[in-house]
């Protein structure tokens, strides 16, 4: 009987086969964006999967150019004020996939909804750069004192809060896209599958949509640029494992792995980086804005002693760390703020300085007044990951040695570490940040007020400095970019110094792709462009 | 007999309602929530989230409001992947996971219950400890240490299957393998020792001397006896296999049910762990009391109240 059910189900499963053939003459890239898009709305879109898909579906005002600079995209002319706080857009004549005309209307309508205090848009509080953004979302101020405003349908003005230098980069990111307004008003749930209602702007529209299996995005031939598209057709598959993916890249099944739409298995690695002879084998690194390191509870004993957190950042050999323990082409950092176009990255202190680390220890003990032998054991926290398993057993190890204090190890689930963390329930964390935005801002500004239970934050350390507060503040008014450059550039240090944070590394992404595959802007924000992307 | 079913039916809406209930309390003693994320959300944004999704109610409302969909089986939309309801989760990653649980439940039944009835026809001789060390590999063996051999070997060095994805019966075979292993093992295991015990028991030595053949003895008088513990063992199985395994899904890139178990908690998606546990514990208490059925069928001896005598 059940063989008669299984020969049954073959039959099923045979009849069911759709799996398509790739034909050679058509422009096809074969991707993995790694899991199901959380969603398709611009407007909801909080994680890199979704900002991924939206960026090939959708352009905003600008677009980032190859060389990492915002190009003017569905804005033709971008006007900007003497203060830097009133920007003009010009829009192009351009049209939605389904031949409706773009207008301002659409930007506006996209961003109101966001700041609307009932609409759920985790990522309402990137568009507090505009003038009333936060007021409104508040529920303080209403819509309509936002400081955006369409002057005609081809023209948009936006009043910023302060100058912003990378506002145009901020345009060029899913949450200020527009979303066609008709559509969306008819059916709030107009991003749920493709088909009709599902309309876009960008490069390509959605073809096919099979949850958790297959994305198929095609060539959108109402888009102002289409001529500079080549490829015909985007299939981006959902593999949410590392080894899965790297063995079908391997197979010729998929022609790119790894990052930024996914990860390389890390255990592979350091066998990749060896191999010389197989093109499509070649690991490719380029940076990403991102650091990853330590948080101190500056609040606790024995870390509220300046001395001794020095110390233990100055104990950490990262250089050791990079090249033994993670081996993915990571930079020892001895900053907060990794490198970045315009930003030349600080050297805050040495890596290493066993000598200098065990001699501000000594100093440390003498002003708690205690000895070694007295000092607590000090425990180290992680999101359960073997990755950061390894990276702390080294620190643990380095600790060890240098110091010759004990270092208990601690991991949890992801969310319950995070509510420790901003808790302050704990003593040193691990922690990893991405830029939002190529600015050193970016990076600086979480650590600018400490967190009060109330509101939350980021600065979970407890540390607060006026000087740190000021040069912020001064910064943010500074119209002149070499003094703002210089300004920031003091509040790292002064940060460093004061050591609420122990940067350990900044990351690289390391990517396989096929040698026929061309014309893939990489951006160090994670964010990848298959717009002008090719076959050859 | 409607007597006993309408008892067990209702007996089995009370354990649903206590497992929704202590699902409900320990979802949300755990810390965090759908939105914890690395980069902390001002205050007015948490508020807004809160409010949309109805979580600053108090408990006994969302308590509330749960059991109710539940009861409508109108269980709302995903707090993560914004596009899916959890009905939608349910009703396409179900099929999927159920399929390739058919396969493999076939594949362990079918190779199971041969392997452990050869072991016991030759007890103690060179087939039975060779059936047997299939068996305990089978069992120590890891599912995603075997998914990843097979993987490997299959695909990569013998290029005779797909590596993953989900669509042809070529696509399945991997992936029901590897699922079929622990279980095959299990079954055989079982089925030998019955086996072994039913064979020596008189009425075998009956048949036998009737001049019964082996084959004719084992499937018409010993296997039927031999399977009982099998059966049982199945209910649990088919349930657990058929809603799909994390690991085998997540290794083989299949959009079924079993990443959602482990996926949904790990982001605090607060319905669609409401969902899938409530469904997972549908199907496992549908497949017992089947089981339990079974059970009259296959033993006579084994009598259901309310039914009548055979």
Known sequence: MFRSLFLALIACLIAACTDGERSASKQVLRLNIFTEPPTLDSRKATDSTSAHVLLMLFEGLTRIGDDHQPKPAVAEKILISKDQRTYTFILRETHWSNGDKLTAEDFLYAWQTILDPHFPALFAYKLYVIENAQEVKEGKLPLSSLGVKVLDKKTLEVTLRYPTPYFLELTAFPTFFPVNKKIAQKNPEWASESGAEYVSNGPFKLLKWQHESEIIAVKNSAYWDAQAVKLDQLHLSMIDDTTTEFYMYEMGELDWAGSPLSNLPPEFIPELKKQTTQEDLRIHFYPAAAVYYYKLNTLQYPLNNLKIRKSLAYAINRHNIVEHITQAGQKPATALVPPMPGWQVSNCFKDGNTEHAKHLFLEGLHELGITLEQFPRLKLSYNTNREHQKIAQAIQHQWKETLGIEVELVHFDWKVYLTKISSQDYQIGRMGWIGDFHDPVSFLEPYKFRNDPETGGNNDTGWEHPDYISYLVQAQSELDLIKRAHLLRKAEELLIAEMPIIPIYFAENGYLKKPYVHGVYLSSLGVVDFKKAYLE | ?310
């Open chain 2, 1 to 310: 007999m409607i007597r006993y079913i309408v008892k067990r039916f209702l007996a089995n809406i009370f354990a649903l309602w206590v497992i929704a209930t202590i699902t409900f309390f320990l979802m949300k003693a755990i810390p965090g929530d759908p939105f914890t994320q690395e980069k902390a959300l001002p205050k007015e944004i948490l508020q807004s989230l809160y409010e949309h999704y109805k979580l600053n109610d108090p408990w006994y409302i969302q308590y509330g409001n749960y059991l109710q969909s539940i009861a409508r089986w109108d269980l709302g939309p995903s707090f993560k992947y914004k596009s899916r309801t959890v009905n939608d989760i349910i009703s396409s990653g179900f099929p999927i996971s159920a399929i390739l649980g058919f396969e493999a439940l076939a594949l362990a039944l079918f190779f199971g219950i041969i392997l452990g009835s050869c072991a016991a026809l030759k007890h103690n001789q060179w087939q039975d400890y060779t059936a047997m060390v299939i068996a305990v590999i089978g069992i120590s063996v890891p599912s995603f240490i075997l998914a990843a051999s097979l993987q490997y070997v299959l695909s990569i060095k013998l290029d005779l299957l797909p590596v993953a994805r989900w669509g042809t019966f070529k696509q399945s075979i991997m992936p029901a393998i590897a699922l079929a292993a622990l279980p095959t093992a299990f079954i055989a295991r079982l089925t030998r020792a019955n086996m072994v015990e039913v064979l020596s028991m008189d009425y075998i030595k009956t048949a036998r001397s009737k001049g019964l053949s082996d084959i004719v003895v084992i499937i018409k008088h010993g296997l039927r006896n031999a399977l009982l513990p099998v059966v049982t063992y199945i209910g649990m199985l088919a349930a657990n296999i058929l809603t799909g395994s994390f690991i085998i899904e997540k290794i083989f890139g299949i959009p079924g049910l079993g990443q959602w178990f482990i996926n949904s908690i790990i982001n605090r998606d607060y319905t669609v762990i409401m969902g899938v546990t409530v469904f997972y514990s549908m199907i496992l208490l549908a497949a017992i009391f089947v089981i339990d059925l079974c059970y009259a069928w296959i033993d006579p001896r084994i009598k259901i109240e309310g039914m009548k005598k055979r």
